[in-house]
């Protein structure tokens, strides 16, 4: 049998269905066994849209400056992409990694990707529930394409971020960002087209947003980390247009339809929330995305998961790869996003076996002239920050001597 070791590690689908079902299928507020048939159905029923997107041809991605970002407000929202308008339609991206299949294509894998989900929400469920510090590690890379002495070449820039998050009395919390930080051509075709524009040790990259476009500049080579102290009134994060404490945390709907509520009211309150089915349903993910890197109840982060599960117009597709070569479920966010580089779809991956948030990523699915020239082609993450560590420590994280803010 093919790859039997990874088949070995999936979960058994009736399990997580008894254990990760929505608050709402609880058999005690079942009626009979028809009402049960149906609600089942309705778990893992998935809507086939058998339309054929338009594609879009103009582009740009997000954080096109994570440092500037964080440095433009103390308190920020976890792993945020820079809302851009949806393209026409809901384009289909091309695949990072192999998605496992049955033998003769008979298991449609956004069913099986929501049971995933659903189990993902079930192990959450067993973590950790305090500390003194939540702590997160993630690894940023974001490409884009120069243009330098009539040279095109792609540019990319990577760095870490620790953030540290104190929720007792007393404590501090603070973002130490751009450690390793780097900016340097993609390839080595693009280090050579580098080189023949002279080698310029700042580059240009156009950021196309809605109400125009605008040139940001990037200085090539390593740099010196970020520190940002993010205590602000007890207010340690964003969620949806409101910064929170800790408390506010803790206080979340622990249940599916009690936090989507919550989330839906909050998307209300917001005025500049995307508009539309297809917009309410982005925005609730994201920020269910968010709550699942936050320091909250382990039974809000599986309620975060469920509510992702049930969210119309979001794919959930099981076995995907990110950035570092971990296996996770993928959750597609409904449309896709114009961008400079071309029409991009988002991406979370999660992984079901511990209940951790891997990584969220942008990839191209049509790509501009400008990005094909330099060999950027559908399926390329073009923006990603994946998350290495999150949990609770009793330490503060230290701050390296060379950084600065």
């Known amino acids: 049998m093919k790859n039997a070791q990874h088949r070995s590690k999936r979960p058994d689908i009736m399990q997580v269905l008894a254990d990760a079902r929505p608050d709402e ?56 992409f820079d809302r851009q308008a949806p393209a026409d339609g809901s384009a289909a991206r091309p695949r990072t990694s192999a998605e496992a299949q049955a033998p003769g294509g008979a298991t449609d894998m956004r069913v099986d990707g929501r049971v995933e989900l659903l189990s993902a929400a079930m192990k959450a469920e067993a ?35 620790n953030w540290s998050v104190g929720v007792r009395p007393g404590t501090k919390s603070l973002i130490v960002s751009g450690l390793d930080s780097e900016t340097e051509p993609r390839t080595p075709a693009d280090k050579a087209a580098w080189q023949a524009a002279g080698s310029p040790r700042t580059v240009q990259l156009k950021v196309w947003k809605p109400t125009g476009s605008h040139s940001i500049v990037f200085k090539m080579g390593t740099g010196r980390p970020t520190v ?70 382990p039974a809000v982060r599986a309620a975060a998961y469920r509510v992702m599960a049930g969210l119309p117009g979001v794919r959930v597709i099981g076995h995907v790869t990110d950035p570092l070569g971990r296996e996770g479920v993928g959750v597609e966010f409904p449309g896709t996003y114009r961008t400079a580089l071309g029409t991009t779809q988002q991406q979370l991956v999660i992984d079901a076996a511990t209940g951790d948030m891997l990584s969220d990523e942008l990839l191209l699915v049509d790509p501009s002239a400008k990005a094909e020239a330099t060999g950027l082609t559908a399926g390329t993450v073009v923006t990603y920050q994946a998350t290495s560590r999150m949990g609770w420590s009793e330490h503060q994280i230290i701050v390296p001597k060379n950084a600065h803010g």
Request: charged share 20%.
């Open 25 to 80: 299928l609880d058999p005690a507020r079942l009626t009979n066994a028809a009402r049960q048939q149906r609600d089942l159905a309705r778990i893992v029923a998935w809507p086939v849209d058998g339309r054929v997107p338009r594609r879009s041809l103009r582009f740009r991605p997000v954080r096109t400056a994570a440092l500037a970002a964080v440095a433009a407000s103390v308190v920020v929202s976890v792993a945020t």
């Open 127 to 161: 973590s950790p529930a305090k500390g003194t510090y939540w702590q997160t590690t993630t690894h940023a890379q974001y490409v884009d394409v120069a243009e330098a002495n009539g040279r095109l070449f792609a540019v990319r820039t990577s760095s870490t971020e």
């Open 228 to 297: 940002l102290r993010t205590n602000t009134g007890g207010k340690i994060y964003a969620v949806g247009p409101d910064n929170v404490s800790y408390k506010d945390l803790q206080a979340l709907p622990s249940t599916s339809a009690g936090l989507r509520r919550h989330l839906e009211e909050l998307y209300a309150q917001d005025n500049g929330a995307d508009a539309g089915a297809r917009g309410r349903s982005a925005w609730i993910l994201r920020q269910a995305g968010n709550l699942v890197t936050m320091p909250v109840k």
